[in-house]
């Protein structure tokens, strides 16, 4: 007996006095193991007379309990010590400064584009987009420029083979949107996408590029509806106290074909380097749907009209941010693009 209660208050003091979950389970296996001090006491059993083994089971069953939970108490205290401790050493200062992580922005032609979209999707247009590969028919023909127009001289393209070519502007998606309708308007489309041209790369031109180009088709469709929408446009893009000015132009799909002008933003139409001197920057091409493009995609052209237009995206961003180098646009400088963060 005495034996048990000394194991059972040497072993509560080196419990209490533990310091470490390791030198606790240490205590554990030593006291209540196979080959620690209790099972020892508990061997003396069998040289006891019977009516003290009773007595003495209850006793070692006792001292094991009482060990038993203070070692489980001692356990949750030094893992809840470890815990705080653990909390104290990873406190972060929210005070501190953060290192600013470096992310990515939105390229300038992107804001552009998706600029250009939220602008004529608010006016009821749809996006349609097409294939950058495409054949002679669509690329050409069906945009009323035969194998022998000359006005195939303007633009110098890329040929894969004899019928299929990169495509040297947007137009075909409006072809294919033309055929798919059958015939039947209304129409309201936008066609913004990548489009290719030999071409001599320079501070102004590259032989990639992108287009946005718009088509719209019903029933007395005229050109005041065209000039309308130009100038929600140039408001919208440019700052609402610009202004238009349409001068005659020529395309093979329309008839008649203009350019258009905006006033010069950059001294509201006074004159200055930008502009050249004459208050005006020109900024795209449009015109009246030329009725003969209309009857080889299927539409009555005494009973549809329509107009398109056709807005080069560097062109726009080039003036929106004033940029003056278009192969800025296809750098993979990242100060370049970083000025375009947050930027609206």
């Not at 110098?156 to 495509?167: A, Q």
């Not at 913004?192 to 088509?215: M, N």
Request: proline share 4%; net charge negative.
């Amino acid at each position: 007996m005495d034996e048990l209660l000394q194991i059972k208050e040497e072993a509560l003091s080196k419990i209490d006095s533990c310091t470490t979950l390791k030198d606790l389970n240490d205590l554990r296996v030593f006291y209540l193991g196979k080959k620690g001090p209790m099972q020892a006491a508990m061997k003396s059993m069998k040289n006891m007379p019977k009516d003290q083994r009773a007595t003495f089971g209850q006793v070692s069953n006792k001292v094991k309990q009482d060990i038993t939970k203070a070692i489980e108490d001692k356990k949750v205290q030094l893992e809840e010590e470890a815990i705080i401790n653990k909390i104290k050493n990873e406190t972060i200062d929210i005070a501190l400064p953060s290192q600013q992580l470096p992310v990515g922005t939105i390229h300038p032609l992107t804001m552009v584009k998706e600029q250009l979209e939220d602008l004529f999707v608010g006016m009821g247009y749809t996006v349609a987009e097409g294939p950058e590969v495409e054949t002679d028919h669509f690329n050409f023909e069906l945009m009323n420029i035969p194998k022998d127009h000359p006005a195939r001289d303007m633009q110098d393209t890329f040929y894969i083979d004899e019928n299929l070519l990169m495509r040297t502007h947007t137009s075909p998606v409006q072809a294919h949107v033309l055929l798919a309708a059958k015939g039947e308007g209304p129409i309201k489309v936008i066609c913004p996408g990548k489009t290719y041209r030999r071409d001599d790369d320079d501070a102004t031109h590259s032989h990639q590029f992108s287009q946005c180009e718009g088509l719209v088709i019903g029933k007395n469709i005229t050109m005041a509806d065209l000039t309308g929408t130009l100038e929600l446009f140039a408001k919208k893009m440019f700052g609402e106290k610009r202004e238009i000015r349409l001068r005659p132009s020529y395309f093979p799909f329309t008839e008649p074909s203009v350019e258009v002008d905006i006033s010069c933003f950059n001294c509201d139409g006074k004159g200055c380097a930008m502009c050249k001197g004459t208050g005006w920057i020109e900024v795209l091409g449009a015109g009246m749907v030329n009725p003969r493009v209309l009857e080889m995609c299927g539409f009555d052209s005494e009973e549809y009209q329509g107009f398109a237009f056709g807005i080069g995206l560097e062109r726009v961003a080039m003036l929106k941010y004033g940029i003056d180098n278009i192969r800025d646009f296809y750098s993979d400088d990242l100060r370049f693009l970083n000025q375009f963060a947050r930027k609206d």
